[in-house]
């Protein structure tokens, strides 16, 4: 079994940034975890937002430019660094870990952006 506790949400001004932390804890060998950030804004379906694995990672165009992910596989950690953030970001954001049939997620945090 794999836990997944998420940090750093808030509340931001628009063009302000956050980073967001993701710790796993439980059995689990972390690098062979695909690692990823979705998110939820009230009334809609939750959305993919970055994906990071050994090839690399990906991102929603939405986000492109503004957000990176990144991984620590030694802390078991992986984070979203978010620049440039608008109202339309704000939603909770779920952190997930994947390899084949496993799939994980975390409890989510709230990101408010607004003036």
């Known amino acids: 079994q794999v836990q997944l506790v998420e940090s750093g949400g808030g509340l931001v001004q628009p063009g302000g940034s956050l980073r967001l932390s993701c710790a796993a804890s439980g059995s689990i060998f972390f690098s062979r975890y695909a690692m990823g950030w979705f998110r939820q804004a009230p009334g809609k379906e939750r959305e993919f937002v970055a994906t990071i694995s050994w090839s690399g990672g990906s991102y929603a165009d939405s986000v492109k430019g503004r957000f990176t992910i990144s991984r620590d596989n030694a802390r078991k950690t992986v984070y979203l660094q978010m620049n440039s953030l608008k109202p339309e970001d704000t939603a909770v954001y779920y952190c997930?870990?994947?390899?084949?049939?496993?799939?994980?997620w975390g409890q989510g945090t709230q990101v408010t952006v607004s003036s």
């Open positions: 997930n870990a994947a390899v084949n049939s496993e799939n994980y």
